[in-house]
């Protein structure tokens, strides 16, 4: 009897302790954020927008770019959101100009629409230039230096003129243009990046993608191009095409003599790295999805992608993982970045997406904020910017503009 009620009292014990143990070791999986209020300061229904800026004057300059005459850039007060300026200045009625099209540069808006090209003091609302590549076409990304010159590439149906000028001063040399090629079918500029040699002499490195039509059959040959322009001759010249299809049209990254870019083959993407010097790949990393953004935060790279690991945090000289965000179902059905819709602040990686806002601890790969917003109607995406010094941030939400305050999580 005894014996009996020894071993009865054991398996109670270890009942007992098998329950506590699973309890203290089972994951702790938020499936739901946390529903908040949105905290609105102020809102202004501007027409669906893009990526906020701010001025030396710390107000925001928006992007409005589906409004009833075209794209309307807008003004506001930081603190009540009051419109202070307008500007649709344009040689022709209706243009339409996205992000990607501009550059913000001391207190100057430099944007191109089709071979236009504008720049506008964001606090006078004075237009600074006009200018107009008649006769040709032309690619819809705009890059900047470091010397604050703004570039363009310009086409014909055989190659590429490459154009910059100063910011603030409508003066557009050529700076290169290829001899034509008609064995190509198909032509077109992904990117542009400005680095230098090991001399210290000024490289611009163009990304192409170029059909080749052998026999009646297209293909693809992406090349990587460094032309010189102190010199004024090719540094190198690579065809990539046993590695590569295509390269993204998303921006490359220039940082310790090495480019940084998207790259594609069949299904596969890739982060890819590629010595400036000799336009030898440094090295390749495949991607869980399509890469959309790449930022430098302490001497690591930060890389936004769509789909279920949407960031990582790579060595920026050999490509090891440092870390990665992996968020669980339903998380990432919410959270993806499909749009330029991000921002590097301190130690942080914020974003607005959909009805929810991220914050990503940058140290780690953390989540210290994941919430929704009460206010669900409109979708939060398409770039946000932060004051510091008034912890509030400015984002889009469908037709409206919005500053917010801080979430308390986003600590510094």
Same mark, same amino acid.
């Given at each position: 009897?005894?014996?009996?009620?020894?071993?009865?009292?054991?398996?109670?014990?270890?009942?007992?302790?098998?329950?506590?143990?699973?309890?203290?070791?089972?994951?702790?999986?938020?499936?739901?954020?946390?529903?908040?209020?949105?905290?609105?300061?102020?809102?202004?229904?501007?027409?669906?927008?893009?990526?906020?800026?701010?001025?030396?004057?710390?107000?925001?300059?928006?992007?409005?770019?589906?409004?009833?005459?075209?794209?309307?850039?807008?003004?506001?007060?930081?603190?009540?959101?009051?419109?202070?300026?307008?500007?649709?200045?344009?040689?022709?009625?209706?243009?339409?100009?996205?992000?990607?099209?501009?550059?913000?540069?001391?207190?100057?808006?430099?944007?191109?629409?089709?071979?236009?090209?504008?720049?506008?003091?964001?606090?006078?609302?004075?237009?600074?230039?006009?200018?107009?590549?008649?006769?040709?076409?032309?690619?819809?990304?705009?890059?900047?230096?470091?010397?604050?010159?703004?570039?363009?590439?310009?086409?014909?149906?055989?190659?590429?003129?490459?154009?910059?000028?100063?910011?603030?001063?409508?003066?557009?040399?050529?700076?290169?243009?290829?001899?034509?090629?008609?064995?190509?079918?198909?032509?077109?500029?992904?990117?542009?990046?400005?680095?230098?040699?090991?001399?210290?002499?000024?490289?611009?490195?163009?990304?192409?993608?170029?059909?080749?039509?052998?026999?009646?059959?297209?293909?693809?040959?992406?090349?990587?191009?460094?032309?010189?322009?102190?010199?004024?001759?090719?540094?190198?010249? #690579?065809? /990539?095409? $046993? =590695? &590569?299809?295509?390269?993204?049209?998303?921006?490359?990254?220039?940082?310790?003599?090495? *480019? @940084?870019?998207?790259?594609?083959?069949?299904?596969?993407?890739?982060?890819?790295?590629?010595?400036?010097?000799?336009?030898?790949?440094?090295?390749?990393?495949?991607?869980?999805?399509?890469?959309?953004?790449?930022?430098?935060?302490?001497?690591?790279?930060?890389?936004?992608?769509?789909?279920?690991?949407?960031?990582?945090?790579?060595?920026?000289?050999?490509?090891?993982?440092?870390?990665?965000?992996?968020?669980?179902?339903?998380?990432?059905?919410?959270?993806?970045?499909?749009?330029?819709?991000?921002?590097?602040?301190?130690?942080?990686?914020?974003?607005?997406?959909?009805?929810?806002?991220?914050?990503?601890?940058?140290?780690?790969?953390?989540?210290?904020?994941?919430? #929704?917003? /009460?206010? $669900? =109607? &409109?979708?939060?995406?398409?770039?946000?910017?932060?004051?510091?010094?008034?912890?509030? *941030? @400015?984002?889009?939400?469908?037709?409206?503009?919005?500053?917010?305050?801080?979430?308390?999580?986003?600590?510094?």
């Amino acid at each position: 009897m005894k014996q009996a009620i020894y071993i009865g009292c054991m398996l109670l014990i270890m009942l007992v302790f098998t329950a506590c143990e699973k309890k203290v070791l089972r994951p702790t999986v938020v499936t739901q954020p946390k529903i908040v209020d949105t905290n609105i300061i102020w809102k202004q229904n501007q027409g669906y927008g893009m990526e906020p800026r701010l001025n030396s004057m710390m107000n925001v300059v928006a992007n409005g770019v589906f409004g009833e005459n075209g794209s309307t850039f807008f003004v506001y007060n930081k603190e009540n959101g009051e419109k202070l300026l307008t500007w649709q200045d344009y040689l022709t009625p209706g243009e339409i100009i996205p992000t990607r099209s501009t550059q913000f540069i001391n207190d100057h808006l430099v944007a191109i629409s089709g071979t236009r090209s504008y720049c506008f003091n964001s606090l006078t609302g004075a237009t600074v230039w006009r200018h107009n590549f008649q006769g040709k076409s032309a690619d819809p990304h705009l890059f900047m230096d470091d010397s604050n010159y703004v570039y363009r590439a310009i086409s014909d149906k055989y190659r590429y003129y490459y154009y910059r000028t100063p910011y603030d001063k409508c003066d557009w040399k050529l700076i290169w243009s290829e001899p034509k090629n008609f064995s190509y079918s198909y032509i077109t500029n992904s990117h542009l990046a400005i680095s230098y040699n090991a001399s210290g002499e000024k490289l611009l490195i163009s990304s192409m993608y170029q059909l080749k039509n052998v026999n009646g059959s297209n293909y693809a040959e992406p090349r990587v191009v460094a032309y010189n322009m102190t010199q004024g001759g090719i540094e190198w010249d #690579k065809n /990539l095409s $046993d =590695k &590569y299809v295509e390269f993204s049209p998303i921006s490359p990254l220039i940082y310790n003599g090495l *480019y @940084y870019s998207f790259a594609a083959y069949g299904p596969t993407w890739y982060l890819v790295a590629i010595h400036v010097t000799t336009g030898q790949v440094a090295f390749d990393i495949g991607l869980p999805d399509f890469g959309t953004k790449m930022m430098v935060y302490n001497g690591k790279l930060i890389v936004t992608c769509n789909g279920r690991s949407p960031v990582l945090c790579y060595n920026m000289s050999n490509g090891s993982l440092i870390w990665s965000l992996d968020l669980p179902y339903p998380k990432y059905e919410q959270i993806n970045f499909n749009f330029d819709n991000t921002c590097l602040f301190k130690n942080y990686l914020l974003s607005t997406q959909n009805d929810y806002f991220l914050g990503v601890n940058l140290m780690n790969g953390k989540v210290v904020c994941y919430k #929704k917003y /009460l206010d $669900d =109607k &409109y979708q939060h995406d398409m770039g946000m910017t932060v004051n510091e010094e008034r912890r509030v *941030y @400015y984002t889009m939400n469908g037709n409206y503009f919005m500053a917010h305050k801080l979430p308390v999580e986003i600590r510094y």
